[in-house]
């Protein structure tokens, strides 16, 4: 048979798509699709449709089996990222049909471990502010137990407002505090579970508030000024000298970002990837985690310096590490 020439192959390929039938149960059992007279599928110019099915916008088959259908999501497939085929490398993750850099995640392995970053920007004033981060409770609790850990705390030694906020397995909280006391402090209690939750404190228009999975917990009245910090800190303080406690448990950290505004003026649907933009004061673990070479280095007694990258600008790497580790997996952005 002759060879058509390609201006007449590729309307025939348009022509078939146009008359493609919808993909029932009884197409898919045949794994037939409609083509205008002459074209076929099997032609090695022809243009496949998603790997050979007619498939919805976002879904391809990919292993060209028309038994399962349209088996892959190619906006978060690793292997098929944006088409069949398009494999991301073993440090991206496929966001939106696109390899970017995978999220880091750090593992503290008792209630007292930490990580102390700079100090940069936490001057945050009066005005309005987000702190948030994804954290995990990776295994359930002993009913008895209640684990007690902040994801981020900013200190400071005069008499302005400091900021912390945290989760635990079966609560969440936010606080600022003075060298008087409590200035603000929302505490809610919730089985929180060991999967990777969303939490949220920011203070909008001169209110407190709470948000977990991107829903308003509480809220509350909370000025005074939130002073210059010494170290902010990941993890927990130490509170206390001496050992960690005899319950403490291991609880895990994603991506975290402090922002000088208010993020969040209505319920939202919590991402893990941000765009560092102006108003972001710092940000951790968005394209990466904690560095092991440095952290190798550190335990040997070398420097302890740049643990963890500041994704805003570098002003408040991680330094300082006490009861941490790097977490492979699975992280939230997987």
């Not at 879904?59 to 399962?68: E, K, S, T, V």
């Not at 008895?144 to 902040?150: F, G, I, P, Q």
């Not at 403490?248 to 990837?273: C, K, N, Q, T």
Request: net charge negative; proline share 6%.
């Amino acid at each position: 048979m002759p060879r058509r020439p390609a201006s007449e192959r590729r309307d025939l390929t348009r022509r078939g798509r146009a008359r493609a039938p919808a993909i029932g149960a009884g197409a898919l059992a045949l794994g037939v699709i409609a083509l205008a007279p002459g074209c076929s599928l099997a032609a090695p110019d022809a243009e496949l449709l998603s790997g050979g099915l007619a498939c919805a916008v976002g879904l391809a088959d990919c292993n060209r089996d028309a038994a399962d259908g349209c088996e892959v999501r190619v906006a978060r497939d690793r292997a098929h990222c944006g088409g069949c085929g398009i494999g991301c490398g073993p440090d991206d993750t496929c966001l939106d049909g696109r390899c970017v850099s995978r999220c880091g995640g750090v593992r503290f392995l008792h209630d007292d471990a930490r990580l102390s970053l700079g100090s940069a920007g936490y001057a945050l004033g009066e005005g309005d502010f987000t702190a948030e981060a994804w954290a995990r409770v990776p295994f359930a609790a002993a009913p008895a137990h209640d684990l007690d850990s902040l994801i981020w705390a900013s200190r400071d030694d005069t008499a302005a407002a400091s900021l912390a906020f945290g989760a635990g397995s079966t609560w969440l909280g936010c606080w600022l505090r003075d060298a008087a006391g409590t200035v603000a402090s929302l505490e809610a209690r919730r089985e929180l579970g060991v999967g990777w939750r969303h939490v949220a404190c920011q203070r909008r228009g001169g209110k407190l508030e709470l948000w977990l999975d991107g829903e308003l917990v509480m809220a509350s009245s909370a000025t005074g000024s939130i002073g210059p910090s010494a170290a902010a800190v990941l993890g927990r303080p130490r509170w206390t000298s001496g050992p960690p406690r005899a319950d403490s448990m291991v609880h895990d950290l994603g991506p975290l970002r402090i922002s000088r505004v208010a993020r969040y003026p209505a319920r939202f649907v919590p991402e893990w990837r941000w765009e560092v933009d102006a108003d972001t004061v710092s940000q951790h673990l968005v394209a990466g985690g904690l560095d092991p070479d440095r952290l190798a280095l550190c335990r040997k007694g070398g420097t302890c310096a740049h643990l963890l990258a500041d994704e805003a600008g570098g002003d408040n790497d991680a330094f300082a590490p006490a009861g941490v580790e790097p977490l492979t997996g699975p992280l939230p952005c997987d």
